[in-house]
C-alpha cells in the first residue's frame, strides 16, 4: 500500500490532480485494446500452428503406408524377376504365389508378366487385358533401353483401369539378356476408414508423383473440386520448386499459403512424392470468431479515448492560456535576460513542467512551435560525456550539499546531431516542501563555445608539436614523470626509443625546409602506422627531427622488436615532395630503466645509444649501455661523459 500510494502522489505532482482521472482511464482502455490484440494474435498463431501440425501428421502418416505399400510391391516384383532370370517362362509354384498374394492382400490389386516377345505371358488381374490394349512396347523399352528400375506409374498410362499403381520391374538372365518386364498392380484406397484421419483427409487433395512430378494418382479424397481454390499441378510444382530454393530447406515441408496448407513429403527410398492440399478456412474458425468480437470491442475503446483526449485538449488550452498570462508578466525580466544573452528556465518539480524564455529557445535553436520541453528533453541535448557531470552537480544541489549548481556542458543545436556547442549552465532552488525537497528550481543557460574553444586551443598547443601533430616536449615531461611513478610503484620496467632522421640537413640543403617539413610529417604518419593504439598515445617530438617513443610494461628486447619495424618501414617508404621521390632513414636508441633510474637519465642513455647508431654508419638499432655493479643499482646516472665510464659497462 506504500508504494501505490507513493506512486499516486508522484502521479499527481507529475500529472495534476485535473490529468490524473483521465490519464488512468486511458492506460486502462489501451490495457484492454492491448490484451484484445493479444488474444487475437495469439488465436491466429493456434491457427496457424494446428493447420501447419496436424497436416504435417497427415501427410507422414499417409506417406509412411504408401512407401510402405509400394515398397512391399516392389519387393514382389523384384523376387519375382530374380527367379524367372534362370526360366523361360514363369515358374508354376511362383505363379501360384502370386495368385496367393493377389487373393489375399488387398493393396495388391494383381500382376502381368510380359516376356521379351511382347506377349502377355501370365497374369491375375480382375479386368480383361490384350496385348492390343497395353502399351506393351512401351513397357518394354522402359525397361530394355532406358534402364528404369523400378518404374512407378499410374495403371491407365498402361492400358489399365483407373486409381491403381503399376510397380515395374524388368527382368534379365543371368548372360544378361532381356526376359520381359514383370508388373505388380497396387490399389491405392484408403486404410484409414471410419477413422479422425480419414474425416480429416476427406475434402483434401492428394497428388503422388514420381520423378521430375510426374502423375501418378490424384484427387483421391477431393470431393468437390470447386469447393476451393486447388492449385493446378503446374502451379503447384513451380511454388514448391521457388519455396525450397529460397527457403534452402529440405523437400519434405508444410507451408500456409493463401486459403490453403499445403503439405510435400518424399518416400524414403522410392523415387514418389505426396502432395497435399487441404482447405484452410477449416483451421481459422475460432481466430475469425475472436476477431470478429475484438473488432466490435476495439471501436467502443476508441471511441472512449478519442473523448478523454478531446477532453485533455481542452484542459490544455486552458492551461496554455494561463501560461501566456504568466509570459507576459516576465516580459521586463525576460529583456533584461535577452540583453545580456543568457536563456532563463523555470521548472516545477512538482508539476514536472516548466517555463523556457524566448533566449532560451533561440540559444539551442529550438522551434517554440515543438512540443513542449521537459526536464528529460533537456538532457538528452546533453552531450552523453558531460552528462554526468550535469546530473552529479544536480542531484548534489537538490540533496542540499551546495548552494547552487553550476557545470559547463556540450549541447546539441538544433536538429542536427553533430552540432554541439558548449554552454554554461547555472542554477538554484527557490522553492523547498517540508522535506527538504525542491518544488521550484530557476536556472540561467549561457553561451561559452568561443571561450571554451580558446581555453582548449591553448591547452592543445601547450602540449602538442604544430608540425607533426604529436606531444612535445612539455608533454613527454609530464608523462615520462608519471610512468616511472607508476613503475617504481608497482615494479615495473619501462623502456624509451629514440629516433632521428639520418642527414636531415642534406634535405633541408637540398630540396629546402618545406619538404624538410613535409619529410618530417611523414616520418610521423609512418612510424605511427606501426604502432599500436596504445603506443600513438606516447609518441614525442623533441624538437628538430628528434622524436622519442615511451613504452610502459616494455624491456629493451620488445622495444627492439617495434624499433626494427619502425626502422624498416621508413627505409622501405620514401617520402614524396612535388612528384620527387625523397628516400631516407633513420637511427634509433633503446633503453629500458633500471633500478630507481630517472626519466632524464633512461632518455640519456637512449640518447647515448642513438649517438652510436649515428657512429656506426647510421640506418640501425643499437641498444643502450647497462649498469653493472650493485653497488651503484641506487645510484643516479650523471650526464658526464668522463664519469659514465666509470660505472657503465658496454653488454650489447
Known amino acids: 500500500m506504500t508504494t501505490q500510494s507513493t506512486i499516486l502522489d508522484r502521479s499527481r505532482r507529475l500529472l495534476g490532480e485535473e490529468f490524473l482521472s483521465i490519464f488512468l482511464s486511458l492506460g486502462l482502455l489501451f490495457g484492454v485494446l492491448s490484451m484484445l490484440v493479444y488474444q487475437t494474435m495469439s488465436e491466429f498463431h493456434s491457427a496457424q500452428d494446428k493447420a501447419i501440425d496436424t497436416t504435417s501428421f497427415a501427410v507422414s502418416t499417409y506417406a509412411d503406408n504408401l512407401s510402405a505399400i509400394l515398397i512391399k510391391a516392389d519387393s514382389i516384383a523384384l523376387l519375382a524377376a530374380r527367379r524367372m532370370a534362370t526360366s523361360e517362362e514363369l515358374p508354376e509354384h511362383l505363379e501360384d504365389q502370386l495368385t496367393s498374394i493377389v487373393q489375399d492382400d488387398s493393396d495388391i490389386a494383381g500382376y502381368l508378366h510380359i516376356n521379351a516377345n511382347g506377349e502377355i505371358a501370365n497374369s491375375f488381374i480382375f479386368q480383361n487385358t490384350t496385348e492390343q490394349v497395353l502399351q506393351i512396347e512401351a513397357i518394354l523399352a522402359r525397361h530394355r533401353d532406358a534402364w528404369i528400375e523400378p518404374a512407378l506409374l499410374p495403371s491407365e498410362g498402361l492400358g489399365l483401369k483407373p486409381s491403381d499403381i503399376a510397380t515395374e520391374r524388368g527382368i534379365w538372365r543371368e548372360d544378361g539378356s532381356f526376359a520381359g518386364v514383370i508388373i505388380i498392380l497396387v490399389a491405392v484406397g484408403s486404410p484409414y476408414e471410419d477413422s479422425p484421419l480419414e474425416k480429416f483427409l476427406t475434402g483434401a487433395k492428394v497428388r503422388i508423383a514420381g520423378i521430375q512430378s510426374q502423375n501418378i494418382h490424384t484427387d483421391q479424397y477431393v470431393q468437390n473440386l470447386r469447393d476451393a481454390n486447388w492449385l493446378g499441378i503446374a502451379e503447384e510444382t513451380t511454388l514448391w520448386e521457388n519455396y525450397h530454393a529460397a527457403k534452402s530447406m529440405s523437400a519434405n515441408s508444410v507451408l500456409i499459403y493463401d486459403d490453403l496448407v499445403l503439405a510435400r513429403e518424399n518416400l524414403p527410398g522410392l523415387p514418389v512424392t505426396v502432395f497435399m492440399q487441404i482447405a484452410s478456412e477449416r483451421f481459422f474458425e475460432n481466430y475469425k470468431s475472436t476477431l470478429h468480437n475484438a473488432l466490435i470491442a476495439s471501436i467502443t475503446i476508441i471511441a472512449i479515448a478519442v473523448f478523454l483526449l478531446l477532453q485533455i485538449r481542452l484542459d490544455r488550452r486552458m ?111 527557490t522553492e523547498r516542501d517540508e522535506t527538504g525537497h525542491p518544488t521550484h528550481i530557476i536556472g540561467l543557460l549561457k553561451n561559452i563555445h568561443q571561450q571554451k574553444l580558446r581555453s582548449m586551443n591553448l591547452e592543445f598547443e601547450a602540449f602538442h608539436d604544430p608540425l607533426t601533430g604529436l606531444l612535445n616536449r612539455t608533454a613527454f615531461d609530464d608523462r615520462a614523470a608519471r610512468l616511472h611513478a607508476r613503475a617504481q610503484r608497482i615494479n615495473a620496467s619501462y623502456s624509451m626509443i629514440m629516433l632521428d632522421v639520418d642527414h636531415f640537413k642534406r634535405v633541408n640543403d637540398t630540396f629546402g625546409h618545406d619538404s624538410g617539413d613535409v619529410v618530417l610529417q611523414h616520418i610521423t604518419s609512418t612510424a605511427m602506422a606501426a604502432l599500436r593504439y596504445e603506443e600513438e598515445k606516447l609518441f614525442f617530438r623533441l624538437g628538430g627531427e628528434e622524436f622519442v617513443i615511451l613504452l610502459p610494461d616494455t624491456d629493451d628486447e620488445a622495444a627492439l622488436f617495434l624499433a626494427e619495424r619502425i626502422r624498416v618501414r621508413i627505409e622501405t617508404a620514401p617520402a614524396w615532395v612535388d612528384n620527387e621521390q625523397i628516400s631516407v632513414t633513420i637511427s634509433l636508441g633503446i633503453a629500458a630503466n633500471i633500478g630507481n633510474e630517472q626519466p632524464r637519465d633512461v632518455l640519456k642513455r637512449a640518447d647515448n645509444a642513438l649517438y652510436r647508431a649515428k657512429q656506426n654508419g647510421r640506418n640501425q638499432t643499437c641498444l643502450a649501455e647497462t649498469i653493472v655493479p650493485d653497488a651503484l643499482a641506487d645510484e643516479p646516472i650523471t650526464d658526464g661523459k668522463e664519469d659514465k665510464h666509470a660505472y657503465l659497462k658496454l653488454v650489447r
Do not use: C
Open 319 to 429: 492551461k496554455q492560456a494561463a501560461e501566456r498570462k504568466r509570459q507576459s508578466l516576465d516580459n521586463r525580466l525576460q529583456f533584461a535576460l535577452d540583453t545580456a544573452g543568457q536563456g532563463l528556465w523555470d521548472w516545477n518539480v512538482a508539476e514536472d513542467r516548466g517555463y523556457f524564455s524566448h533566449n532560451f529557445y533561440e540559444l539551442l535553436e529550438i522551434s517554440r512551435d515543438a512540443s513542449p520541453i521537459s526536464y528529460d528533453a533537456i538532457r538528452e541535448r546533453i552531450h552523453s560525456d558531460d552528462r554526468h557531470a550535469f546530473t552529479h552537480a544536480l542531484k548534489a544541489h537538490i540533496a542540499g550539499e551546495t548552494p547552487a549548481f553550476e557545470v559547463e556542458a556540450r549541447m546539441q543545436i538544433g536538429d542536427d546531431e553533430n552540432r554541439w556547442e558548449w554552454f554554461l549552465h547555472t542554477g538554484s532552488a
